[in-house]
């Protein structure tokens, strides 16, 4: 089974990531591979299409 992700280009490093569902599957949770910065993005009825966003 393929694990949902979303790929996030971490501003503050200048690096690219993938974060991953919770077990819930309410929120995306990562963080920035080099500086630790959290990121959580809630998961939404209406949804969206993309799946790569930057994280100012």
Known sequence: M?????????DCCNVY?????????TYYIGKCPRC???IR???????CNQRFFRAN
């Open 36 to 38: 630790l910065r959290e």
């Open 2 to 10: 393929k694990k949902e992700f979303l790929g996030i280009m971490f």
């Open 41 to 47: 993005i809630k998961v939404g009825i209406q949804g």
């Open 17 to 25: 990531s993938r974060i991953y569902k919770n077990k819930e599957g």
